[in-house]
């Protein structure tokens, strides 16, 4: 019966919560419940299926997994080189993550990865050159292939205006 939200906020009802805060049913602060540090910042947030929170965003390392008391899962760093924008879950428990980076962990992947639940990058799902501008939005089809939004017009160099939808290996599915 609660639910965590993220923002660009120092506080709720004068209780300082920067960036992120979990809220009772009702929608009052649940005082229990503090994330271990500031996420200035947040942008998305996707809750795993065993109670961790994922949270992406602009805030130092970008892209954090939570565990279910707000303590911070040191065991996932996957270390994006920018902003995350928009995070989603596949039903095996994979993450995809788009926003502003270049890079994961240091190896190339343009504004779109997936990561293994572990949060190491998937080689099984290739972006190419990746994407122009950056991803926005992300959404997971019942089929594993993924709808990705943003400010983009290339994707590995084809074109895709905007909106795009790609195969479960990372390809533009046209289909």
Same mark, same amino acid.
């Given at each position: 019966?609660?639910?965590?939200?993220?923002?660009?906020?120092?506080?709720?009802?004068?209780?300082?919560?920067?960036?992120?805060?979990?809220?009772?049913?009702?929608?009052?602060?649940?005082?229990?419940?503090?994330?271990?540090?500031?996420? !200035? #910042?947040?942008? $998305? +947030?996707?809750? /795993?299926? =065993? *109670?961790?929170?994922? @949270?992406? %965003?602009? &805030?130092?390392?970008?892209?954090?997994?939570?565990?279910?008391?707000?303590?911070?899962?040191?065991?996932?760093?996957?270390?994006?080189? !920018? #902003?995350?924008? $928009? +995070?989603?879950? /596949?039903? =095996? *428990?994979?993450?995809? @993550?788009? %926003?502003? &980076?270049?890079?994961?962990?240091?190896?190339?992947?343009?504004?779109?990865?997936?990561?293994?639940?572990?949060?190491?990058?998937?080689?099984?799902?290739?972006?190419?050159?990746?994407?122009?501008? =950056?991803?926005?939005?992300?959404?997971?089809?019942?089929?594993?292939?993924?709808?990705?939004?943003?400010?983009?017009?290339?994707?590995?160099?084809?074109?895709?205006?905007?909106?795009?939808?790609?195969?479960?290996?990372?390809?533009?599915?046209?289909?």
């Amino acid at each position: 019966g609660k639910f965590v939200i993220g923002g660009s906020f120092a506080n709720i009802n004068g209780v300082t919560r920067n960036g992120l805060a979990r809220l009772d049913a009702d929608g009052t602060l649940d005082a229990t419940w503090a994330a271990s540090q500031s996420y !200035s #910042t947040t942008n $998305a +947030l996707a809750l /795993q299926s =065993d *109670g961790k929170i994922l @949270v992406g %965003g602009s &805030f130092s390392g970008l892209l954090h997994r939570l565990n279910s008391d707000g303590t911070r899962d040191t065991s996932f760093n996957p270390a994006p080189s !920018s #902003t995350v924008y $928009a +995070l989603a879950l /596949q039903s =095996d *428990g994979r993450i995809f @993550v788009g %926003g502003a &980076f270049t890079s994961i962990a240091g190896i190339s992947s343009n504004r779109l990865a997936r990561l293994n639940v572990d949060g190491t990058l998937d080689p099984g799902f290739g972006v190419g050159t990746g994407f122009s501008s =950056d991803v926005r939005a992300l959404r997971v089809l019942g089929d594993g292939r993924v709808l990705v939004g943003g400010s983009f017009t290339l994707y590995n160099g084809a074109s895709a205006n905007r909106l795009v939808r790609l195969t479960t290996a990372g390809a533009i599915d046209g289909a």
